[in-house]
C-alpha cells in the first residue's frame, strides 16, 4: 500500500505525467464502470467472459473487445438456409446475462434502434465463433402492433410517452437443442430478462388476446442483414455508433426535445 501511494505521489507532482500511465487509468477505471473486475472479466455457470472496453477506441469496434469462451468447440448447423451455433438452454441463459451486462449496450429507451443492437450482439458473438441468426417479426398490414406485454400500464417502460408499438422487431437468435429438437432461443437484450423460445418470444410482443396469430409474419435472416428487406448486408460491421449518439443526445436534451430535434430534421 506504501508503495502505491508514494507511486501516485510521484506521478501527480511529475509535470510529465505519463499519457501511457493516464491510459491505463481510464481503462481501468472503464472497466470498473463496466461491472467487470479487470483482471478476471466475469464467471457465469457455463462461460467466462471479459467486457472490459477501452474507451480510446471506436465504438463501431466496441465489439471487438468482448471475449467470450464457452470453454468447448460450438456445433453449427443449417437453419433456415443458414449456419447457426447450436447451444445448450444453460449456455444460452448465461450468453444472455452477459450480453444483458455489457454497459454500452444498455438504452436508456428502447423505441428505435432495434436493428443495430441485434447486429450489434451478433457481431460480438461472431467475433467469439459463435454464429446468430436473425428473427423479424412483424404484423402482416404493417401495423404499430408490437408492444411488449410487461410495458403496458408501466410508467417506467424504457419508451416515450405515446409509443404505440413497433412495426417490425429484429433480435438474435441460436438454436437450443432439447430432447433432439432444435428450438430457436432470441435475444431481446433490454425488451426481456432472459433468453425465450420463438413462440414465447412472439406471444409477449403481441398478445394472443389481443391481436389476431395469424398475423404474425415471422422472417428469419443471416446475422448480416440489418433489415429484413433489402440488401443490406454488412456481416462485418457495425452499426451501433449513431445509435449510442443519440442515447447520449437523450440523456443531454430529454427524450421529447430529442424527438422534437429529430422530426424537424435537426437530427
Known amino acids: 500500500m506504501r508503495v502505491a501511494l508514494i507511486l501516485l505521489v510521484y506521478l501527480y507532482s511529475t509535470p510529465s505525467f505519463s499519457n501511457e500511465v493516464l491510459k491505463l487509468f481510464a481503462k481501468a477505471k472503464k472497466a470498473v464502470t463496466h461491472g467487470v473486475d479487470a483482471k478476471t472479466g466475469c464467471q457465469l455457470k457455463t462461460l467466462s467472459a471479459s467486457i472490459e472496453i477501452d ?6 469496434l466496441y465489439h471487438k473487445e468482448i471475449k467470450i469462451n464457452l470453454g468447448r468447440k460450438i456445433k453449427k448447423v443449417n437453419f433456415q438456409g443458414d449456419e447457426v451455433s447450436v447451444l445448450s438452454e444453460e449456455e444460452a441463459q448465461d450468453l444472455f446475462k452477459l450480453f444483458s451486462q455489457i454497459d454500452y449496450m ?5 423505441h428505435d434502434g432495434c436493428f443495430a443492437r441485434a447486429h450489434e450482439f451478433a457481431l460480438m458473438a461472431k467475433e467469439n465463433g459463435i454464429e446468430m441468426g ?3 417479426l412483424r404484423e402482416k398490414n404493417d401495423k404499430p402492433h408490437l408492444y411488449p406485454e410487461k410495458w403496458k400500464e408501466n410508467p417506467t417502460a ?3 410517452s405515446g409509443f404505440v408499438g413497433w412495426r417490425y422487431h429484429v433480435t438474435p437468435y ?3 437443442e432439447k ?3 432444435l428450438i430457436p432461443f432470441v435475444f431481446d437484450v433490454g425488451v426481456a430478462d432472459r433468453s425465450q423460445n420463438l413462440e414465447e418470444w412472439k406471444d409477449s410482443l403481441m398478445d394472443p388476446k389481443t ?7 415471422v422472417t428469419y435472416r443471416d446475422r448480416g442483414y440489418i433489415y429484413e428487406t433489402g440488401s443490406s448486408y454488412y456481416p462485418d460491421s457495425s452499426s451501433i455508433k449513431s445509435q449510442l449518439e443519440d442515447q447520449e443526445a437523450i440523456r443531454e436534451l430529454g427524450i ?3 424527438l422534437f430535434q429529430r422530426d424537424m430534421g435537426w437530427r
Do not use: A, M
Open 211 to 217: 391481436t389476431v396469430v395469424n398475423d404474425r409474419v
Open 134 to 136: 436473425k428473427v423479424f
Open 158 to 160: 424504457p419508451v416515450p
Open 174 to 176: 441460436v438454436l437450443v
Open 106 to 110: 444498455k438504452f436508456d429507451y428502447l
Open 55 to 60: 474507451p480510446q477506441i471506436d465504438s463501431d
Open 256 to 258: 421529447d426535445e430529442f
Open 179 to 181: 430432447e433432439g429438437e
